[in-house]
């Protein structure tokens, strides 16, 4: 498991928001998108995101991530 709080795109603001909405791995962000929609963040910025978590996960079992 890759906890939220790895992901550098995301403020300690945002990171905090997404733990205290039970949402504390990148897998869940990577299952559920949509989460991080509650913080309108720029279309550059999520894409940064997605592929950090696409990194993240890359070569890890699919379980894992």
Aim: charged share 25%; aromatic share 4%.
């Amino acid at each position: 498991l890759f906890p939220v709080t790895i992901l550098s795109h995301l403020t300690t603001k945002e990171k905090r928001a997404l733990v205290e909405q039970g949402i504390v791995a990148c897998s869940q962000i990577k299952q559920q998108p949509q989460v991080l929609d509650q913080f309108e963040l720029p279309l550059s910025k999520r894409k940064a995101i997605d592929k950090e978590i696409i990194e993240i996960c890359n070569g890890v079992l699919p379980s894992a991530c």
